[in-house]
């Protein structure tokens, strides 16, 4: 992979370099955000490891730049995560996806070199179709699978459902465990619903969005409560969206709505189909307002979505499906 470096810090950069030499291309290094964003317009690399603070434009504007007008992946490179959770959330929401910590070489190495292989192995293309018209649904459960991009995309859905919204929902999103819960707080803020992470044992309710939380899969039992599992073990999509729908179309006995948002890779596409053939509303987000097109574009190409919509219209469109007196479990 070509992979690009954009980082004040001497030391990082240095410690980034030896990590990356005789793995990897560095396409270019900069020192400051502007940089970053001037250099991803020349000459776009398969990767950005972006710092946070940076002078001119910090890591989280960077990032928004970038994947507004030259979208690739980017990592976030930090010294403690755990201290910039909130501008890691925020680079989140704009497109990045995920943060390492930087401290030695061995341990950079170690947590590193397995999100770029993810990262390589996920990469998607673009593309997009648009079609159908909208209509009334009997549904009971709305679930939403997304990746690259989908934290944003996520908040901006969820800001536009009421707190008497009739079923519940659940969010399965591609995030390492050890963010699940900043984004479940983060995503709560930006909803008049109840967000917070999905625990073993957990059901579906009205007014509760769910989200799964850990590095395993989450999936449905016969039972309708929520579970995970490590299972399938080489599954690079971690927690897995195909996984978790899945397990819907197998034991939840009533159509929902099923969404599959911006995304790297083909995650969801296969469980999107499945929903559907169990007579389950199924949309994919157009390529037009996606990060990255890479699962909604899979679902197209497996003709498993009903719809194709631009991300300002998937909220409406989930209110029109579901009529007062419609919905049922």
């Known amino acids: 992979m070509r992979i690009a470096i954009a980082h004040n810090d001497p030391a990082t950069v240095k410690i980034l370099s030896r990590i990356l030499e005789n793995k990897h291309e560095i396409a270019w290094i900069v020192q400051d955000g502007q940089q970053a964003v001037e250099r991803s317009l020349k000459d776009r690399p398969d990767l950005i490891l972006m710092g946070l603070a940076m002078p001119i434009l910090d890591g989280v504007k960077a990032t928004k730049a970038i994947m507004l007008h030259s979208p690739c992946p980017i990592v976030l490179v930090t010294s403690d995560s755990q201290k910039n959770t909130a501008k890691i959330f925020e680079a989140i929401g704009y497109g990045a996806l995920d943060s390492v910590d930087v401290e030695t070489s061995f341990s950079s190495q170690q947590n590193l070199l397995p999100k770029i292989l993810t990262i390589s192995k996920l990469k998607g293309s673009i593309r997009e179709l648009n079609k159908p018209l909208n209509k009334p649904i ?6 939403f699978g997304a990746s690259t991009g989908g934290p944003s995309a996520l908040s901006m859905i969820l800001a536009q459902l009421p707190a008497n919204f009739p079923v519940p929902i659940a969010i399965v999103q591609h995030i390492d465990q050890q963010f699940s819960s900043g984004l479940a707080q983060w995503l709560n803020q930006q909803t008049s619903l109840n967000v917070r992470t999905a625990q073993q044992g957990d059901r579906l ?33 971690r927690p897995s969206v195909d996984v978790f729908f899945e397990s819907l179309a197998k034991n939840w006995r009533k159509p929902g709505i099923a969404i599959l948002l911006t995304g790297m890779g083909k995650d969801g596409a296969k469980g999107l189909k499945l929903l559907n053939l169990k007579g389950w ?3 994919a987000q157009n390529e037009t307002t996606s990060a990255v097109y890479g699962m909604p574009k899979a679902a197209v190409e497996l003709k498993a979505a009903i719809e194709i919509l631009p991300l300002e219209r998937i909220a409406t469109s989930i209110k029109e499906l579901i009529k007062e007196g419609k919905t049922s479990r």
Do not use: K
Request: aromatic letters at 10%.
């Open 281 to 283: 509303y199924t949309i």
């Open 138 to 143: 009997n549904t009971s459960l709305v679930v």
């Open 205 to 237: 309710r009205v007014g509760e969005v769910l989200l799964a939380s850990t590095n395993d899969h989450l999936y449905m039992r016969e039972d309708l409560t929520l579970s995970y599992t490590s299972e399938p073990l080489n599954c690079s999509y």
